[in-house]
């Protein structure tokens, strides 16, 4: 799979984290790569994924990034279980560019209501971004590794050979994870795009 750049950083609370997501939002929705690729795909609008555990934790990332970003025309949707849309949860998300959602949620709709348009939602990913990602190892890890695997072999697929999923970007981050390179491996990360920030590293 042709991955630019795969980030994943171990890295202690404080120290930055949300800023590389919030960078890697800014440069696959608004960098000069988003603009390059967008004239040879035939794919509809570029969209980035954040997956949390914790549904707190997608809705304050929902809240916080719906100011600051919404400012400059980004948009947004929260899929999680607090939240149904029904028969028109594809109209929803393909007119925002950032879906967040739990690993939980997102497995479902993407598995489930894949026949109301999924693989045209697919083809728009072009980034996605996993918060927390040490606790792919707990007992509900098994959903978050079924969608990284699930995306990986679609970006593969001919049918989606002219689409931004073709050359998806992973980005994942976690304060608390001892196999970082097995998890930068799984991802499909080269070790210059593994960083390990230790405590002194924070500000």
């Known amino acids: 799979m042709g991955i630019f750049c795969c980030t994943h950083t171990g890295a202690p609370t404080g120290s930055g984290k949300t800023v590389l997501f919030e960078l890697a939002i800014l440069h696959a929705l608004r960098g000069k790569h988003a603009t390059s690729v967008a004239a040879r795909s035939n794919s509809g609008r570029r969209k980035v994924i954040y997956l949390a555990p914790l549904r707190s934790l997608v809705s304050e990332k929902f809240r916080d990034w719906s100011h600051r970003l919404g400012r400059i025309g980004l948009t947004f949707a929260e899929l999680t279980g607090d939240r149904d849309y029904g028969a028109d949860i594809w109209r929803e998300m393909e007119n925002v560019d950032i879906i967040l959602?739990?690993?939980?949620?997102?497995?479902?709709?993407?598995?489930l209501d894949a026949n109301r348009g999924g693989m045209s939602f697919f083809a728009d990913v072009c980034c996605v971004l996993i918060d927390e990602v040490h606790l792919i190892g707990d007992s509900r890890g098994g959903c978050l590794e079924a969608i990284v695997s699930r995306l990986k072999l679609l970006s593969k697929s001919s049918l989606l050979a002219n689409s931004y999923l073709r050359s998806v970007r992973f980005g994942a981050v976690s304060a608390t994870i001892p196999n970082t390179k097995n998890i930068a491996d799984w991802l499909g990360c080269s070790r210059a795009g593994l960083w390990i920030f230790g405590e002194e590293f924070r500000p």
């Open 101 to 111: 959602a739990t690993p939980e949620k997102f497995d479902r709709v993407t598995r």
